[in-house]
């Protein structure tokens, strides 16, 4: 089964940082693009950043400076570095990817399973 894992959500006071993983695992020939997305709650799900298999980054405005997304190829693995986490930053935090699923041998978008994400003011 194909799917991603994500890891490395918690607490933290305003200021400090966070680190988050998300592995793609299953019958994977290639993944494309990787990203992360934050939810709210009553907010919609928004693009934090996003990441090309050639290592083209994009982020939103709002954590510009302060984010940094990356990825290792050879383990299907995306990462967001999170440094001066500020309030406004606490949500649900889901890791997104487009692989090809060689069982289906087909593209899919696929989600996980979300973490959480809490900054203490």
């Known amino acids: 089964q194909v799917q991603l894992v994500e890891s490395g959500g918690g607490l933290v006071q305003a200021g400090e940082s966070l680190r988050l993983s998300c592995a793609a695992s299953g019958r994977i020939s290639r993944v494309n693009t990787m990203g992360w997305y934050r939810q709210a709650p009553g907010n919609q799900r928004d693009v934090v950043a996003t990441?090309?298999?050639?290592?083209?980054?994009n982020y939103a405005d709002s954590v510009k400076g302060r984010f940094t997304i990356s990825r290792d190829n050879a383990k299907n693995t995306v990462y967001l570095q999170m440094d001066n986490l500020k309030s406004e930053d606490t949500a649900v935090y889901y890791c997104n990817a487009n692989v090809f699923d060689v069982l289906s041998f087909k593209f899919r978008n696929l989600w996980g399973q979300g973490t959480q994400v809490t900054v203490s003011s």
């Open positions: 990441i090309t298999s050639g290592y083209d980054t």
